[in-house]
């Protein structure tokens, strides 16, 4: 089944990353307090589309949790997660579970995120 989602992500979304309007390769750290996104890269963004490297993290999306090794979302490396709207990329906060830091890979779009194709 998970290989299933996988190859419909490839197939739905992939091909739509050559056409992203901004990017960032960011380090996450296991720094107190976490590692938000960058402001300036996602300014106009509507969502973001990230994947995870080399380490896992903790994150969060409500903007007042702070992420720690016991807290928050786990997301392991070379899994996606999809922010669907520009409160969740403001609100993210990434903390790395371990002594290694993580990669996180995020493309951010100005177009709406759409359920459907339109026709």
């Known amino acids: 089944m998970k290989a299933l989602w996988v190859?419909?992500?490839l197939v739905l979304f992939l091909p739509g990353f050559a056409w992203a309007d901004s990017y960032e390769s960011l380090t996450i750290t296991n720094a107190t307090g976490g590692t938000s996104l960058t402001a300036s890269i996602y300014e106009k963004a509507k969502w973001g589309a990230c994947r995870l490297e080399i380490a896992e993290i903790r994150y969060t999306l409500d903007g007042k949790t702070t992420p720690t090794s016991t807290v928050g979302v786990v997301l392991e490396?070379?899994?996606?997660?999809?922010?669907?709207?520009?409160?969740?990329?403001?609100?993210f906060r990434g903390f790395a579970t371990g002594n290694t830091s993580?990669?996180?890979?995020?493309?951010?779009?100005?177009?709406?995120?759409?359920?459907?194709?339109?026709?």
């Open 102 to 119: 993580a990669n996180l890979k995020c493309f951010y779009f100005e177009r709406e995120l759409q359920a459907e194709p339109t026709r």
């Open 77 to 91: 490396p070379l899994e996606w997660l999809i922010l669907e709207n520009l409160i969740q990329i403001r609100n």
């Open 7 to 9: 190859t419909l992500f």
